[in-house]
């Protein structure tokens, strides 16, 4: 039997008696981790009790459950009065829980792998065992007051984007554990950007996967040798190197094997690249772009856009990922005299505007018949969760999909 009717009573009791500081409870134990209903509904109003910082005891919670639990005071007072808690043992009693509960979503996920196996592939089964296999770790909820003061100390880890301007804006660049977006219209720079940040994080020895679902793999790798290189990528596609340029290109190439830098041409199945990426080690993931995903049928697209949104920022904070998202606009923008976006311009889906902790635009001015030098590129900062916003300038050398700092 995955559950212990005992032991719930125990850590509720521990709890509501006073024996256990509540705030240092609820830090070790999330209310899925009971298996009972109504203990689940108490632990739920402990949890809100705390975040208001009100007291948790026998009559502040039966007054919290008092419109969702029926004869929520006398369950209360039975618990109280059959249920023999050591308040010293609460930790044990946290783990215990914790280990039934883990292997409850064990058993459930490997009915779902046997009730599809015949239809994933054999990557899909692997990385969705790897991952149940995994015991979720307390490390990080044990003490969430002490585990911020050693983030505050610690030297915060960020992957720079090509531009200098922007990552000043972005506290150093893309941040672990953050959904970055990019946006922008066709030939604006987006994959470019991308590839720029993927080149500059395996460079500095970080893994990184970039999703791609729109180009292959041979397209993107061709056009980060040309902004390694310097030869233009139409040149790459026609194959009329010179023998100096086709040594530089067999070089960059033969560096790039080296790094831990991985291009994958991924299904349009949200669960098969989450499967994959939570079996995966990845420092940084691209996903080029949002609106190629595909994920439970039966939805409208904006639900379906907003799922996806959703799993790939739980996909950052979970697994301590730097995420960064391309992301189209609406073809509205064309129709309008201002060109340049705005959050609302973000393509079927207001929740990636919600999700994301940082939302950046690219502008190419010239495009749409401004007088500027057609590399100038401007670079909007539009949402910024943790910093300030603002607009930088950049070159973004389309011949070989490269961005610069924008000097004159």
């Known amino acids: 039997m995955l559950y212990d009717e005992d032991l719930e009573r125990a850590v509720i009791c521990a709890v509501i008696e006073g024996g256990v500081d509540a705030r240092e409870a609820v830090n070790l134990v999330a209310s899925k981790h009971f298996y009972l209903v109504r203990h689940r509904m108490i632990w739920d109003a402990v949890c809100e009790l705390v975040e208001r910082g009100e007291p948790v005891d026998p009559v502040t919670l039966a007054t919290a459950l008092k419109s969702k639990m029926r004869d929520a005071a006398n369950y209360l007072g039975e618990l109280l009065m059959s249920t023999v808690a050591a308040p010293q043992n609460f930790a044990h009693y946290a783990e215990e829980l914790r280990v039934l509960a883990w292997k409850r979503e064990v058993a459930r996920g490997l009915r779902e792998v046997l009730s599809t196996l015949e239809d994933e592939s054999p990557v899909t089964v692997s990385a969705r065992l790897k991952s149940l296999a995994e015991f979720p770790s307390t490390e990080k909820s044990e003490n969430r007051y002490a585990d911020f003061l050693k983030w505050l100390e610690s030297e915060r880890e960020s992957y720079p984007t090509p531009v200098d301007d922007l990552n000043f804006l972005l506290n150093g ?236």
């Open 173 to 408: 660049g893309l941040m672990r554990g953050q959904m970055v977006v990019v946006a922008g219209r066709p030939g604006h720079g987006k994959t470019a950007f991308a590839l720029g940040c993927a080149h500059i994080a395996a460079d500095a020895g970080k893994r990184v996967t970039y999703h791609t679902y729109e180009m292959s793999a041979r397209e993107l790798i061709g056009r980060l040798v040309a902004s390694m290189t310097g030869v233009p990528y139409r040149y790459l596609v026609a194959s009329s190197l010179t023998a100096e340029e086709w040594e530089l290109v067999s070089a960059a190439t033969e560096e790039l094997s080296r790094k831990p830098l991985a291009f994958r041409e991924s299904d349009i199945d949200l669960e098969e690249f989450l499967a994959y990426e939570c079996s995966t080690g990845s420092d940084l993931v691209i996903v080029d772009y949002i609106q190629m995903m595909r994920a439970e049928s039966g939805k409208s697209r904006n639900e379906e856009l907003a799922h996806i949104s959703r799993a790939l920022k739980r996909l950052a904070i979970e697994r301590d990922k730097a995420v960064l998202v391309l992301s189209q606009l609406n073809r509205a923008i064309e129709a309008r005299n201002e060109k340049r976006p705005v959050l609302a311009d973000l393509r079927d889906c207001g929740s990636i505007e919600q999700d994301a902790d940082a939302v950046i635009f690219l502008v190419r001015p010239a495009l749409f018949g401004e007088a500027h030098d057609p590399e100038f590129t401007e670079v909007y900062l539009s949402k910024h969760r943790n910093g300030p916003t603002g607009k930088v300038n950049a070159r973004f050398i389309a011949s070989r999909y490269a961005f610069q700092d924008w000097t004159r």
